[in-house]
């Protein structure tokens, strides 16, 4: 299981990256290996307001549909708009073009809440 440094977990599998005060995030790659090939994401709202593992955004993939939870509390500053026209981009590439949303932390102490690389790595080998 290749993991970019820097990341967080959710064991929903979402991850997310925190730059200074904006928090990348996306689901991980287990979660688009388990999905399959991804056809639609529906992207949240710019401006929203979301409390940490709160529903954020649902996907959908020729297996299945499933949700994916906000990893951190904060307010949507950004898209991933292409998503709209290329889903595929999870599959292709989860942990970079891939990704969800940026969302403006409201608490950066929430990644106590989350699991790091080697402890979602764990978690991923006992399911």
Do not use: R
Not at 12 to 21: L, P, R, Y
Not at 112 to 122: G, S, T, V
Request: aromatic residues 8%.
């Amino acid at each position: 299981m290749n993991i970019p440094d820097g990341l967080y977990f959710t064991k929903e599998h979402e991850w997310v990256k925190i730059e200074g005060t904006t928090a990348m995030a996306g689901i991980t790659d287990y979660a688009q290996h388990a999905l399959g090939d991804v056809t639609f994401v529906e992207l949240p709202k710019k401006g929203q307001v979301l409390k940490q593992f709160q529903l954020m955004a649902t996907i959908e993939s020729v297996k299945a549909a499933s949700d994916i939870y906000a990893p951190v509390s904060g307010t949507i500053v950004e898209i991933n708009a292409e998503l709209n026209s290329n889903p595929g981009l999870v599959n292709q590439d989860c942990y970079a073009k891939g990704w969800v949303a940026k969302v403006m932390l409201a608490d950066p102490q929430e990644t106590k809440n989350l699991l790091d690389p080697a402890a979602y790595k764990a978690y991923v080998e006992g399911l």
